[in-house]
């Protein structure tokens, strides 16, 4: 059964002319696909319903200006017009980027409001609420962030001004299977509420650019000082999460879903300083914060063999034993070696680590603990 059974549905793809395809020869990729973000699709869904709700008649393609400039077309997924309202829906296209909400309906329901009351923007079905402190936006709001809101609160009051029509207007901005994605993201952690957030700021998804997952962390930061709090764990990965978590057991809030991004974790704080950071991580995306990664995916740092060897020399092993090490396949072979020859090599890890983060940090009051741990989650250094 549909959701929106008086719902007209229409073509599910989005456009963007200079998208490049995937070509099957590997050693000749083509330029991955850019998306567009929750954000403008909602901005052209709402200028739909809009100027449906005006004339009777829907702008399918609709074309909307992005903050740089650009101007994307995107057609409507769903479509209608009843009594005092307006509703236009537009399938997000993520391009090539993995994300959670690329294929997701995003709908906008337009109808008019009391004179003088101006654009009020509410949370339909799957958009979050927010419930903390700490956000651009304030508790009790729809999660609609403040670019996404400029750019409709802009188009809205251009197309009424068109017409000669006050600008008061209710725009109910939904996402059908947007609860279920939340789970998904930061949003439960970060006090957000029923859905996702609708966001963006250029419009535009870069491929594996990961601003979004940067954003959350940002966000993360910003509540948790909102709330007080003297102590956050910033982990790569949720095994050395719960092996951090079961020493310390902070709440929720607290708990900063780094992954990869070290930089974007550690000078973020550097100009919005907790008291505390307790960073944790298994021990090969940790060698990689202790070479000066601050970057630890796969496709943008390695784990230097040489730097292990230099390490496991310093701490005894011998120029035979440096051989292997240097002949090693992974990070977890070094590991494992080492270990069978007594050398404590998490703990050196763990003090380079450290100093990478304090010289992120640039001398921000931050105090930094380093915890390695194994893929079993086993705590291997703790400094």
Partial sequence: MQLYPKLVYKTRMSDEPDAGLRKPDDANPAPLRRGWTTGACATAATKAALIALITGEFPDPVAIILPKGEVPHFPLALESIGDGYAIAGIVKDAGDDPDVTHGATIISTVHPAAPGSGIQFVAGEGVGTVTLPGLPIQPGEAAINPVPRAMMTAICEEICAQYDLPADLVVTISVPEGEEL??????????????????????????????????????????SRAAGLTHVLAATGSTSEDAAQAIYNLPDIALLDMGDFAGGLLKYLRVHPIDRLTIAGGFAKLTKLAQGALDLHSARSQVSMAFLADEAEKLGFDKDMRERILNANTAQEVLEMTQGFGIDLPKSIAEKAKAVALATLRGAPVEVEIIVTDRKGTILARL
């Fill in 182 to 223: 939340a789970k998904k993201t930061w949003n439960p952690r970060l006090g957000i509420v029923g859905g996702i957030s609708i966001l963006g700021t250029t419009g535009i998804v870069h491929p594996f650019s990961c601003a979004a997952w940067i954003h959350s962390i940002h966000r993360g930061i910003d509540v």
